[in-house]
């Protein structure tokens, strides 16, 4: 079993990787103009709508809603897309899932397929896995193709090349491209322009493409797929084939909570009104699109953070970016230091609960808790909370460190009336390290005062006096 | 145990600790909102689309000098397009179906809507007369498209109560775009670069 691409196995953990980012001037200046942008732009388009609060709310309602009787709303979704002629799969991991989709394209015969930008496929490795079977897949998504023509790694959920500057993706499009024009300029126009060029053949001839999906409606058997370029529309038009893998928490249970969504994703995630285009269908359409339609609904650990009460919040979450739009410490590390294919807040809580804490402990750590990612979040995940939750879980994970055993030693003699009476006969010796204990603790003693404890605890004067006192009085 | 047994099952153990609450869902967001035609233009134009407003009596006159005036003369016209839009163009018919080819080297689209969000700038197209296969409004790099005014609704909310699910849906927000480089807004990558809205009544 394995789960995949959540976690990057060649990647040191958090702290090691954030230490160098932070030197990277460079990287920082292009997070930093890249975050602040779309920061802004959200902001303006939040503000715009009196009643976001109540699109907030309703939203975190109908995921919940969701995620209470997930069962039933995956076999409606099952039921009701096969009615309509998709082929329904299911996935327990990313081999599995990884497994489904390459004997699907191999059935094909073809050997290309393109891809449609979607977290859940970098999340199992789909592109490196079909490359193993000996098919190519081709990246759609203008910062996806940036990302693999440069042999990099997204940094970010919906622009995943926000670490690269003009002149650097001007660059691995002369290097790596092919057809790029020898005169090619750095402005994003000319950019976006050979990218136009170098895919459209491409999507003319495409037999089969793969795809996420961004919502999946249990009602119907529809998915939605949200984008700005038309690669998406093109993937879902014009292939023969078309294979789309959806994580088992995308479900809504009715079209109509799309009214809901569909205000919430994009004013969050880019910072517009509506995102240029989204495509809604419902297994195959006669004569529209491809005829060959398959679904593998994938679980790959999210069942597992579905069993914590805490946690399972974050199966809400619908990708939107803007948690990490708004972090300070994703603005100044990046996505790479992450080490996982969800970076940022979100990834923090979603990353160690999809693969197991003790195989990301560092990640609930690498937040200040200064509580912005849950302000922002359009579905109301409590982030702090959770990272918090996961905090107690890595410790509790770990060995026992020499903090842990002095506070468990010092419970169990607070716990007892007699011992701690004991304890604190026994403190007056603490007079003897006033001036400096001996190694190890004179590392702390070094640079630290001692209070000087008392000859006597508060207990015995206690006593002491009492007695006295008693004393006076009979006399 | 199949996949799905064993998924639907871990989904099972994961939920029953705690049985679900009863569902406390409000819908107390606004369903409606006072926008209307002069949103719809303002947001369309905020895309780079541009625009007109013509009485009912004016709209084949105007489809065509539009055509023409952006020298768009092999037209694809799916099924159900008067034609009175059409009037000394080349229209190309999608039967039998063209391919990808033709249609990128056709000069123009035109096609109706099935709604429109004022409050957005949104046309939502589902595939029915006057909008044929998805890839007709996608491949050409000019979308025209008609829009009535009693099609225009103010918000998601409205458009969504009248769209049908089962119908392939597009929704279209101006035209193509990427914010990918450097978050610098480029309009026109893959779908249509241009796109122009007539709205009629």
Known sequence: ?475 | MSARDEILTRVREAIAPVPAPAADLTRDYRTRTGDGVDTFIARLRHYQAQTHRVPESELGRTVVATLRERHAHLIVAPEGIPRDWLVGLEPLHDTPPLDPQTLDGAGAVVTTCAVAIAQTGTIVLDGSTGMGRRALSLVPDYHLCVVRTDQIVSSVPEAIARLDPLRPLTFISGPSATVDIEMVRVAGVHGPRRLEVIIAG
Not at chain 1, 143 to 160: N, Y
Not at chain 1, 197 to 221: D, E, M
């Open chain 1, 1 to 475: 079993m394995s789960a995949g691409e959540t976690i990057w196995v060649d990647n040191p953990p958090f702290p090691a990787n954030a230490r160098r980012a932070v030197n990277d001037a460079q990287l920082r200046r292009n997070i930093r103009n890249a975050t602040s942008t779309i920061r802004q732009r959200r902001a303006t388009m939040v503000e715009e709508l009196p009643d976001w609060q109540q699109l907030r709310t309703a939203g975190a309602a109908i995921k919940d809603e969701v995620l209470a009787r997930l069962d039933r709303y995956l076999e409606q979704f099952e039921q009701a897309a096969t009615q309509r002629g998709a082929h329904v799969h299911w996935a327990r991991d990313a081999d599995e899932a990884n497994s489904i989709v390459g004997s699907l394209v191999a059935a094909t015969g073809e050997r290309e397929v393109l891809k449609v930008k979607s977290m859940v496929t970098q999340e199992i490795g789909l592109v490196g896995a079909l490359a193993k079977r000996g098919i190519s897949a081709y990246e759609t998504d203008l910062a996806e193709l940036i990302v693999q023509l440069g042999r990099d790694r997204p940094s970010h959920i919906v622009v995943p090349a926000i670490h690269k500057n003009r002149s650097e993706i001007r660059k691995i499009f002369l290097n790596e491209m092919g057809d790029a024009p020898a005169d090619l300029s750095d402005d994003p126009h000319a950019l976006a322009e050979a990218a136009r060029q170098h895919l459209r053949r491409k999507f003319f001839q495409a037999k089969v493409a793969i795809s996420g999906a961004n919502f999946a409606i249990a009602q119907t058997g529809s998915l939605l797929v949200a984008e700005s370029e038309g690669n998406g529309r093109m993937c879902l038009t014009l292939p023969e084939t078309l294979i789309s893998v959806v994580g088992i928490e995308k479900l809504l249970p009715t079209f109509r909570d799309l009214e809901v969504f569909l205000q919430l994703l994009p004013r969050s995630s880019t910072g517009e009104r509506m995102n240029p285009y989204n495509s809604v269908w419902t297994g195959v359409t006669p004569g529209d699109g491809p005829q060959q339609v398959h679904i593998v609904l994938l679980d790959n650990g999210r069942t597992k953070v579905l069993r914590d009460h805490i946690g399972r919040q974050a199966l809400r979450c619908i990708r939107c970016a803007a948690c990490l739009n708004v972090c300070p410490v994703y603005e100044r590390t990046g996505g790479h230091a992450y080490g996982a294919t969800y970076p940022g807040p979100i990834g923090a809580v979603l990353t160690p609960q999809l693969v197991g804490v003790e195989h990301a402990a560092t990640l609930p750590f690498a937040s200040s808790l200064c509580g912005y990612c849950y302000e922002v979040c359009p579905v109301k995940i409590d982030i702090p909370t959770v990272l918090v939750k996961l905090r107690h879980d890595v410790v509790k994970a770990e060995r026992a460190s020499p903090e842990s055993v002095l506070l468990t030693a010092t419970g169990a003699v607070m716990k007892g009336r007699r011992r701690w009476t004991l304890a604190l006969r026994l403190a007056p010796l603490m007079r003897l390290f006033r001036h400096g204990g001996p190694p190890p603790i004179s590392r702390w003693t070094a640079v630290r005062d001692l209070p000087e404890p008392p000859r006597q605890s508060f207990r015995d004067w206690w006593v002491t006096r009492s007695a006295t006192s008693k004393q006076a009085d009979q006399r």
